[in-house]
């Protein structure tokens, strides 16, 4: 297959995933390489036109550097990573949380300086963040960077206020994860204070955490964002909804057209995840809200026992 024959592939809108076309393109790593990365800087200068076009090329070339970890794209991610939520939904969708953490990673080569400042970024997507502690979190698990330095970072990028309460979850999590000490104190005050996603994080995940070893801590983080990392390129892409071939048990039929594969195949027929991103998200604001209240009408009943 030539590389204008792998291009040709990559980009059609037609149904139905690339699995010759992305082997091809391993086979053919030095030549495409340069044409992946002018594509990637491309999204990254001209956002608007690739959020307005139906091609699959920028997914296939986000899990093809990553596999590659290819360190050219690191700066072009990190731009649109910073992207505002409305382009990054319209560029990545699902992908934002199930491959460009890894992508960052992969990329970054031991150089964490532009996720660092990335996570600072109270501007970014609040996803994009969560993506950057995660990250973060890893490579003080597997002894790239200092814990308690990367614990400092994610504290500090924490927010008293209860509008961020999606990064902020993000970001606790992933101090659980290093077993937070000290900084528990920190996370308990903002969850009393509502100003952490509920569903990111419970009471009871704090104490937890602190029950754990730093040791046994550093297992698990490594092990959930391994879980992450496909063994090989099809690992990234193939088993997505919007790649469903029409005679496939997930296939959505309600159009002709090419679906944007925003989500993993769905777990139970008929729900098909990362298809109708707003919608997901109004319904889990809606569920936040629920759950902040139940958790405010149960602390008001201890208070008065």
């Given at each position: 297959m030539t590389l204008s024959e792998i291009l040709e592939q990559l980009e059609?809108?037609?149904?139905?995933?690339?699995?010759?076309?992305l082997d091809a393109a391993i086979t053919q790593r030095e030549a495409i390489?340069?044409?992946?990365?002018?594509?990637?800087?491309?999204?990254?200068?001209?956002?608007?036109?690739?959020?307005?076009?139906?091609?699959?090329?920028?997914?296939?070339?986000?899990s093809l550097l990553s596999h590659f970890a290819e360190a050219a794209a690191h700066e072009p991610l990190l731009a649109i990573s910073r992207l505002p939520e409305p382009l990054c939904e319209a560029l990545l969708g699902d992908a934002i949380s199930e491959i460009l953490p890894v992508?960052?990673?992969?990329?970054?080569?031991?150089?964490?300086?532009?996720?660092?400042?990335?996570?600072?970024?109270?501007?970014?997507?609040?996803?994009?963040?969560?993506?950057?502690?995660?990250?973060?979190?890893?490579?003080?698990?597997?002894?790239?960077?200092?814990?308690?330095?990367?614990?400092?970072?994610?504290?500090a990028a924490l927010s008293d206020d209860p509008a961020d309460e999606l990064t902020n979850g993000g970001i606790a999590d992933a101090m659980l994860g290093l077993q937070p000490g000290d900084y528990a104190a920190h996370l308990r005050e903002l969850y009393e204070k509502d100003c952490i996603d509920p569903w990111s994080l419970v009471d009871d995940d704090i104490d937890k955490a602190l029950e754990r070893s730093v040791e046994?801590?550093?297992?698990?983080?490594?092990?959930?964002?391994?879980?992450?990392?496909?063994?090989?390129?099809?690992?990234y892409l193939s088993g997505w909804a919007g790649f469903a071939e029409p005679s496939d048990e997930h296939f959505d039929s309600r159009g002709d057209d090419f679906i944007l594969?925003?989500?993993?195949?769905?777990?139970?027929?008929?729900?098909?995840?990362?298809?109708?991103?707003?919608?997901?998200?109004?319904?889990?604001?809606?569920?936040?809200?629920?759950?902040?209240?139940?958790?405010k009408k149960n602390r008001a009943k201890k208070k008065k026992r």
């Open positions: 059609d809108t037609a149904p139905g995933y690339r699995h010759d076309a390489t340069p044409v992946l990365l002018a594509r990637l800087e491309e999204a990254a200068t001209e956002p608007q036109r690739f959020a307005e076009s139906d091609s699959p090329l920028l997914l296939y070339t986000l992508a960052l990673w992969r990329t970054a080569q031991g150089h964490y300086q532009g996720i660092q400042s990335l996570l600072a970024d109270e501007q970014a997507y609040d996803f994009v963040r969560w993506g950057a502690a995660r990250v973060l979190a890893y490579a003080a698990a597997s002894g790239e960077l200092d814990r308690q330095e990367v614990l400092a970072r994610l504290d046994e801590s550093f297992a698990e983080t490594r092990e959930e964002f391994e879980r992450s990392i496909p063994d090989n390129i099809h690992g594969p925003l989500g993993l195949a769905p777990r139970d027929p008929g729900t098909y995840l990362g298809v109708v991103p707003k919608e997901k998200k109004q319904k889990a604001r809606k569920q936040n809200k629920t759950a902040r209240k139940a958790r």
